[in-house]
T-cell receptor, first 116, second 111 residues
Framework: GAVVSQHPSRVICKSGTSVKIECRSL??????MFWYRQFPKKSLMLMAT?????????EQGVEKDKFLINHASLTLSTLTVTSAHPEDSSFYIC????????????FGPGTRLTVT | QKEVEQDPGPLSVPEGAIVSLNCTYS??????FMWYRQYSRKGPELLMY????GNKEDGRFTAQVDKSSKYISLFIRDSQPSDSATYLC???????????FGKGTRLSVIA
């Protein structure tokens, strides 16, 4: 199998606080993980590509100081939304690519963030 | 021209119908082609994965890739209400580069 988990599945936080979202590949090693954002009834928007042991590559328009990404091991990447604001409220989804595989990305179940 | 084009629908069909979903693309370097199914408020689920051209069948699902026409399709036979979801096509060059997604087609299968 290829299972990716995310934690938490849902989080509510106050403006100005920081929130950390974890993405784990449970049964495979992932050299690369991807973080997406999705607004209601809209397609996935790639935020950044995260390689184990190196700095993440952010897409144009994504603030790297606001969305901190760490990929400390082959099975774990974290996204920290710093100084969250209501406009950061969204559905955040990670995906992972197998080390030995090619092409397929397996998605986590997503994290719904609400900033009040 | 967008890199990947996909009709957003919505597409509504009666239960038991054959559903055809399609995407076109412009980048001839794409080697991997995927179809994902996404239910509301859930992460996308990989349905079909095809490398290069050809057909692949898995149960009621058939994926087709025509690289000469830069056109991919997903067919769903004997569609069920539980197939109601958004279907996203995706394609890429390697496992470590981001996939390029279509915008997704919303499908409703009516009982």
């Amino acid at each position: 199998g290829a299972v990716v988990s995310q934690h938490p599945s849902r989080v509510i936080c106050k403006s100005g606080t920081s929130v950390k979202i974890e993405c784990r590949s449970l049964d495979f090693q992932a050299t690369t993980m991807f973080w997406y954002r999705q607004f209601p009834k809209k397609s996935l928007m790639l935020m950044a590509t995260s390689n184990e042991g190196s700095k993440a590559t952010y897409e144009q328009g994504v603030e790297k100081d606001k969305f901190l990404i760490n990929h400390a091991s082959l099975t774990l990447s974290t996204l920290t939304v710093t100084s969250a604001h209501p406009e950061d409220s969204s559905f955040y989804i990670c995906s992972a690519s197998k080390v030995a595989g090619a092409g397929e990305q397996y998605f986590g179940p997503g994290t719904r963030l609400t900033v009040t | 021209q967008k890199e990947v084009e996909q009709d957003p629908g919505p597409l509504s069909v009666p239960e038991g119908a054959i559903v055809s979903l399609n995407c076109t693309y412009s980048n001839s370097a794409f080697q991997y082609f995927m179809w994902y199914r996404q239910y509301s408020r859930k992460g996308p689920e990989l349905l079909m994965y095809t490398y290069s051209s050809g057909n692949k069948e898995d149960g009621r699902f058939t994926a087709q890739v025509d690289k000469s026409s830069k056109y991919i399709s997903l067919f769903i036979r004997d569609s069920q209400p539980s197939d109601s979801a958004t279907y996203l096509c995706a394609m890429g060059n390697s496992g470590n580069t981001p996939l390029v997604f279509g915008k997704g087609t919303r499908l409703s299968v009516i009982a």
